[in-house]
């Protein structure tokens, strides 16, 4: 029974303190000293007391310093402050972040330019322009002065720099430093030459796998052992990003790139509506227009010195550089073209592409609805006799 009533005296003196807090937070929040006696059930003097002595260990608490303990792995240690103090008196120029480099460079030690300037701070280290402050004020030409140095310049556009300065100050008195008489000259140039308007480029894309193929050959693979160079020839799907053809070859003709649109076709079962090809002579010739003709297929060659057309094709190939290539140690032609089907299987399976949104290529060549007869397919060769 005395261990009950202890209990129970407890709980009530815990209920009874937890209530006066309540309490004096109530006053502290600025309600009413009548409210708060009658909500709490604590006479008045009682929470005057109470809210001194609240507000008298709030500011014992407040006085008392705070410490702050660094953590041992954000602690610099004494020998790396020595030698950023050495460093920063052998050079007083530098900012903190040339000092951390330098730093990094000569000592291999990696010190954060913020650590850089409170140890500065810290030992009083100056840090020192590199150039002396002026000691007189620079002259600044009036708006007259610039009407008429303008005049002067744009009677003699013909002249340089230092000869437009020279003739100002000699002939009238108006100093001014080649580099400005130079950048008033382009002012003048730029505003009489207007530059041509940004290009307005438009992005197209097809709705509908094999609507339109772009073709082109990436001629950067330099073989090592035989010192020539090998042509990659792809054909890309305009709207899924797909490879549709993809090899290595050491000649290129106008029959390569046909054998390489047959060989597309007959994989995928369908004729393209149209074909992008540039300017190159592989990609032209009346046995190209022809076969293309007999298929109904259009045959499309880009704009001379305009590459953007085929900007879909243009970019892959930095990709296809950087993705397999550059792999390699050696560009040797017989594992470059073992390889390059892994690759392409990998690209037009796996790897997502960001203007398809992450999507592996193969889920826009899944929505193919359409496929060409089979007897079209089987006699391909014979639309090129």
């Given at each position: 029974?005395k261990?009950?009533?202890s209990?129970i005296?407890k709980?009530?003196k815990d209920?009874k303190t937890e209530?006066?807090?309540?309490?004096?937070?109530a006053?502290l929040k600025g309600?009413?000293i009548?409210?708060?006696s009658?909500r709490?059930g604590?006479?008045?003097?009682?929470?005057y007391?109470l809210?001194r002595r609240a507000?008298a260990a709030?500011r014992?608490?407040?006085e008392i310093p705070i410490?702050r303990k660094?953590?041992?792995?954000?602690?610099?240690?004494?020998?790396t402050?020595?030698?950023v103090?050495?460093?920063c008196?052998?050079h007083?120029?530098?900012?903190?972040?040339r000092v951390?480099?330098k730093?990094?460079q000569?000592?291999?030690?990696?010190?954060n330019?913020?650590t850089?300037?409170r140890?500065?701070k810290?030992?009083?280290?100056?840090?020192i322009?590199?150039r002396?402050?002026?000691?007189?004020?620079?002259?600044r030409?009036?708006?007259?002065?610039?009407t008429?140095i303008?005049?002067?310049?744009k009677?003699?556009l013909?002249?340089?720099?230092?000869r437009?300065?020279w003739?100002?100050?000699?002939?009238?008195g108006?100093?001014?430093s080649?580099?400005?008489a130079?950048?008033?000259k382009?002012?003048i140039?730029?505003?009489l030459?207007?530059s041509?308007p940004?290009?307005?480029w438009?992005f197209?894309?097809r709705?509908h796998?094999?609507?339109?193929?772009h073709g082109?050959?990436?001629?950067?693979v330099t073989?090592?052992?035989?010192?020539?160079?090998?042509?990659?020839?792809?054909?890309l799907d305009d709207?899924?990003?797909?490879?549709?053809f993809?090899d290595?070859f050491r000649?290129?003709t106008v029959?390569t790139?046909?054998?390489?649109m047959?060989?597309?076709?007959?994989?995928?079962?369908t004729i393209?509506q149209a074909?992008v090809?540039?300017n190159?002579?592989?990609?032209?010739?009346k046995l190209l227009q022809?076969?293309c003709r007999?298929l109904?297929?259009?045959?499309?060659?880009t704009?001379?010195?305009?590459p953007?057309t085929?900007g879909k094709?243009?970019r892959?190939f930095?990709?296809?550089?950087?993705?397999f290539?550059?792999r390699f140690?050696?560009?040797?032609f017989?594992p470059?073209k073992?390889?390059?089907?892994?690759?392409v299987?990998?690209?037009?399976?796996i790897?997502g592409?960001?203007?398809?949104k992450?999507?592996?290529?193969?889920?826009?060549?899944?929505?193919?609805?359409?496929?060409a007869?089979?007897?079209?397919?089987?006699?391909?060769?014979n639309f090129a006799w």
């Amino acid at each position: 029974m005395k261990e009950r009533a202890s209990e129970i005296n407890k709980q009530s003196k815990d209920n009874k303190t937890e209530i006066r807090v309540q309490a004096v937070f109530a006053m502290l929040k600025g309600e009413g000293i009548r409210s708060v006696s009658e909500r709490f059930g604590v006479c008045r003097d009682t929470l005057y007391q109470l809210r001194r002595r609240a507000i008298a260990a709030v500011r014992r608490e407040i006085e008392i310093p705070i410490e702050r303990k660094c953590p041992a792995h954000n602690r610099l240690s004494i020998e790396t402050e020595n030698k950023v103090v050495r460093l920063c008196e052998r050079h007083p120029t530098l900012s903190s972040y040339r000092v951390s480099k330098k730093l990094r460079q000569l000592e291999n030690e990696t010190v954060n330019p913020k650590t850089i300037q409170r140890i500065r701070k810290r030992h009083s280290l100056p840090r020192i322009p590199k150039r002396p402050p002026p000691t007189f004020k620079a002259h600044r030409l009036t708006i007259a002065e610039k009407t008429f140095i303008r005049q002067k310049i744009k009677e003699k556009l013909f002249l340089g720099g230092e000869r437009l300065a020279w003739d100002l100050r000699n002939r009238d008195g108006i100093v001014i430093s080649a580099s400005t008489a130079k950048r008033i000259k382009q002012n003048i140039l730029r505003e009489l030459n207007p530059s041509p308007p940004k290009p307005n480029w438009h992005f197209y894309e097809r709705n509908h796998p094999h609507r339109l193929w772009h073709g082109d050959l990436m001629e950067k693979v330099t073989l090592t052992d035989e010192d020539r160079t090998a042509f990659q020839l792809t054909l890309l799907d305009d709207y899924s990003r797909a490879y549709v053809f993809c090899d290595l070859f050491r000649e290129v003709t106008v029959n390569t790139t046909i054998q390489a649109m047959i060989t597309a076709m007959r994989k995928y079962r369908t004729i393209p509506q149209a074909i992008v090809f540039d300017n190159g002579s592989f990609f032209k010739g009346k046995l190209l227009q022809e076969f293309c003709r007999r298929l109904n297929i259009r045959l499309i060659h880009t704009a001379v010195h305009h590459p953007q057309t085929n900007g879909k094709l243009e970019r892959a190939f930095r990709d296809d550089m950087n993705e397999f290539y550059k792999r390699f140690e050696r560009w040797e032609f017989h594992p470059l073209k073992k390889n390059l089907p892994v690759y392409v299987d990998y690209r037009n399976q796996i790897r997502g592409h960001y203007a398809l949104k992450g999507k592996p290529s193969v889920s826009r060549l899944s929505e193919q609805n359409y496929f060409a007869l089979p007897n079209i397919l089987d006699n391909l060769k014979n639309f090129a006799w």
